[in-house]
């Protein structure tokens, strides 16, 4: 319901199984289990809340003959992808690489800054570099060289984007320490630290 879904849970038969068909096709109960009149788990709830973040909103876009036509924001129909992380929070997501920070010696960025390729925004394909600074108590900078999911959005003071929460890719890393005098960069294309 949270997410507009209610029309379509309603036409697949209303509570509760309507709306149980509408949250499985959607992959809101990924990685949930749980059986009929049994309470939640503190788990499960937090599950259902983070797979509610990236599925696309359902919105009214029209009506005809009298009745509200619905459509599902993914972008597929000419209008772009909504979500409650991008729409309602107004948190872009990236998926991608840190290829530089202001830890790096001779890096070109301010203090608390990090540069990351990315080859998503948003769960959408997308090839580009930004630079984001970090926001408070947020440590971006120790994932130099790692594939990570990056979570951004504009500090409301500074008006700058801002990095609220980094996490690593699972599976796509494998961790070498160094110590920060010894790097010197990393290769874009190769996807390599110098040191």
């Not at 509408?22 to 788990?43: D, E, F, H, M, Y």
Request: proline content about 3%.
């Amino acid at each position: 319901a949270a997410l507009g879904y209610t029309p379509m849970a309603e036409q697949n038969g209303g509570y509760p199984s309507g709306y149980l068909v509408v949250a499985s096709q959607n992959q809101l109960t990924k990685g949930v289990s749980g059986t009929a009149q049994t309470p939640i788990t503190r788990a499960n709830m937090a599950r259902l809340t983070y797979n509610a973040l990236d599925v696309p909103t359902m919105e009214q876009i029209s009506w005809k003959a009298n009745e509200p036509e619905y459509g599902i924001m993914d972008g597929s129909n000419g209008g772009e992808k909504k979500t409650l992380l991008s729409h309602a929070l107004e948190v872009d997501t990236y998926e991608g690489y840190i290829t530089d920070t202001y830890l790096v010696s001779g890096a070109d960025i301010e203090d608390k800054s990090i540069t990351i390729d990315y080859t998503k925004k948003n769960g959408e394909n997308y090839v580009g570099d930004e630079t984001f600074d970090e926001a408070e108590g947020v440590d971006a900078a120790s994932f130099f060289g790692q594939s990570v999911v990056i979570y951004v959005k504009a500090n409301e003071e500074t008006d700058k984007k801002e990095i609220i929460a980094i996490a690593p890719k699972a599976t796509k890393n494998t961790s070498l320490v160094l110590d920060n005098s010894e790097i010197k960069g990393f290769d874009k294309e190769k996807k390599e630290i110098k040191y």
